[in-house]
């Protein structure tokens, strides 16, 4: 004999259900997604190493100026000696370090530029006119053999903190360089490029050096 009654075997079906194909298609899709893109951080994360990471896409620099190096200014203290010629250059874009790129002035031979009187190289000033970080040494070369290690002792001088090799390469920052006292290469076809350092590879575009 049956002791139950119809609601009861009613109740019990409804128990049974489960949830709609459609319902339980959509989740599989979307835990597929998330399982999928966890993977691909996973492994790009495992596979990114040095040289992995083109300079172009983390830093741009453009409209470069032709000066005259101000009276009174020092390569230590302003990025250049008074009296040499220099090009100033703008950072339009940059996710960089100072120790993340080398700069270099190519001629249009594509041959490293040479300074023909006196010596010079490459440095960061703040909007304050300060060198915050320069190139070793000056020399008769324009091409950084190593990444900037010469930072300002002024405090403050790098967006408000102190100078070192970890400090951010922003857009607040120009790039000066200092071609010695030889006659402006004005008109020589000179180009600028920084290159890639420690997890960065390859060069920027040329920047021409009007």
């Known amino acids: 004999m049956n002791v139950f009654g119809k609601s009861e075997r009613s109740w019990r079906k409804a128990r049974k259900r489960g949830v709609s194909p459609i319902i339980a298609t959509i989740l599989l899709v979307a835990i597929t997604v998330v399982l999928a893109a966890v993977l691909y951080v ?10 992995s990471v083109g300079i172009g896409t983390a830093f741009n620099a453009g409209n470069p100026v032709s000066s005259t ?9 302003n990025g250049c000696k008074a009296g040499d010629i220099i090009y100033t250059l703008t950072v339009e874009s940059s996710s960089i ?9 190519k001629t249009a031979t594509g041959s490293i530029a040479a300074i023909t009187t006196g010596t010079g ?7 304050a006119g300060v060198a915050v970080a320069a ?10 053999t190593s990444p900037f290690s010469v930072f300002s002792a002024v405090a403050g001088a790098c967006n408000g903190n102190t100078c070192s090799s970890s400090s951010p390469l922003t857009s607040i920052y120009t790039i000066v360089i200092d ?8 008109g020589q076809g000179y180009t600028f490029v920084a290159i890639g350092v420690g997890s960065y590879s390859g060069t920027t575009s040329p920047v021409s050096l009007p």
């Open 121 to 127: 190289g490459f440095a960061i000033v703040n909007t």
């Open 97 to 105: 370090t100072f120790t993340s790129a080398q700069f270099e002035v």
């Open 135 to 144: 190139s070793a040494a000056t020399s008769a070369s324009l091409a950084m």
């Open 179 to 186: 071609l010695g006292t030889a006659p402006s290469p004005s």
């Open 42 to 51: 996973l492994i790009t994360g495992l596979t990114h190493g040095p040289g």
């Open 69 to 77: 190096c101000g009276a009174g200014n020092t390569y230590a203290a």
